[in-house]
T-cell receptor, first 111, second 113 residues
Framework: AQSVTQPDIHITVSEGASLELRCNYS??????LFWYVQSPGQGLQLLLK??????LVQGIKGFEAEFKRSQSSFNLRKPSVHWSDAAEYFC?????????FGTGTSLTVIP | NAGVTQTPKFQVLKTGQSMTLQCAQD?????MSWYRQDPGMGLRLIHY???????DQGEVPNGYNVSRSTTEDFPLRLLSAAPSQTSVYFC????????????FGSGTQLSVL
């Protein structure tokens, strides 16, 4: 069965520190991969996506993600976190039939 | 463009009551979908539609019904509400699902007592 795993339920980082949010997927082929961000009380906003080609993709708000086929991972990174990055982050995969979301990682940013 | 409009924003039901959550989009998107969001569970797909007259089940379809008579509207019906359906519901649409840019509504917070 297809699945998306985000092993970190909650992460706390200091403002200015680097960030890495983990995402692993289970799927026979390479799916389309996405990261979304959800601010409190809001819907989801697309940060970035990977379809094929360069395995390091750049997104909005200074985020990037790296696809590693050997590890079935698509981790999200940011070199320097801002207080406004505090939100819930969701990894998602599109297998061609359905669009699956991970359980999310809640990010707290300490001033 | 209004984007994806969901109504109501909040709703409280008693067990056994029925109701319809409304979702409308004005972007001529063929693909529309309903998700429920529960703490620690992420977003789970309830039903989706790839065009008017076409609907299909997602991960958690039981207890929900949908129809797609027009491109613009995709209502979600709870036929007999249960406390397990207490959740936040999101409608999402896109022109091309594989482009990944799902447009989300602002959500409906539903409580079933």
């Amino acid at each position: 069965a297809q699945s998306v795993t985000q092993p970190d339920i909650h992460i706390t980082v200091s403002e200015g520190a680097s960030l890495e949010l983990r995402c692993n997927y289970s799927y026979g082929a390479t799916p389309y991969l996405f990261w979304y961000v959800q601010s409190p009380g809001q819907g989801l906003q697309l940060l970035l996506k990977y379809f094929s080609g360069d395995t390091l993709v750049q997104g909005i708000k200074g985020f990037e993600a790296e696809f590693k086929r050997s590890q079935s991972s698509f981790n999200l990174r940011k070199p320097s976190v801002h207080w406004s990055d505090a939100a819930e982050y969701f990894c998602a995969v599109d297998t061609g039939n359905q669009f699956y979301f991970g359980t999310g990682t809640s990010l707290t940013v300490i001033p | 463009n209004a984007g994806v409009t969901q109504t109501p924003k909040f709703q409280v039901l008693k067990t056994g009551q029925s109701m319809t959550l409304q979702c409308a989009q004005d972007m001529n998107h063929e693909y529309m979908s309903w998700y429920r969001q529960d703490p620690g569970m992420g977003l789970r797909l309830i039903h989706y539609s790839v065009g008017a007259g076409i609907t299909d089940q997602g991960e958690v379809p039981n207890g929900y019904n949908v129809s797609r008579s027009t491109t613009e509207d995709f209502p979600l019906r709870l036929l007999s509400a249960a406390p397990s359906q207490t959740s936040v519901y999101f409608c999402a649409s896109t022109f091309d699902r594989r482009a990944g840019k799902l447009f989300f509504g602002s959500g409906t917070q539903l409580s079933v007592l």
